[in-house]
């Protein structure tokens, strides 16, 4: 059974970095791809970053780009969100998902872990 845990978060101040873990067990993710979300209060979940398992190809969104890093180290099955200069806009709650090659949809999730960026 899959199971991932996020790990990392916290309350930062403003301009602070910060860097979200994600332990991903009970397969092997060969030719999968780990992604991370971000839910704010009162708004819907949305994509923040995507990694490949094999190549360790990244996919951002545009309004993280430059920001935010994602890494992943395969013999611990861990995937990393860096997040440097964090803002506010940055508070909530960041779940990691992991999904098939080629699957359009992200077939497990975490729990998520929150992040709160004070002003």
């Known amino acids: 059974q899959v199971r991932l845990e996020e790990s990392g978060g916290g309350l930062v101040q403003a301009g602070a970095s910060l860097t979200l873990s994600c332990a991903a067990s009970?397969?092997?993710?060969?030719?999968?791809?780990m992604g991370w979300f971000r839910q704010a209060p009162g708004k819907e979940r949305e994509f923040v970053a995507s990694?490949?398992?094999?190549?360790?190809?990244?996919n951002y969104a545009e309004t993280v780009k430059g920001r935010i890093t994602i890494s992943r180290d395969r013999p611990t099955s861990t995937v990393y969100l860096q997040m440097n200069n964090v803002n506010p806009d940055a508070t909530a709650v960041y779940y990691c998902?992991?999904?098939?090659?080629?699957?359009?949809?992200?077939?497990?999730w975490g729990r998520g872990t929150q992040v709160t960026v004070s002003s």
């Open positions: 990694i490949t398992w094999n190549l360790g190809t990244t």
């Open positions: 009970g397969r092997t993710f060969t030719n999968w791809s």
């Open positions: 998902a992991t999904r098939r090659g080629g699957a359009r949809d992200y077939h497990y």
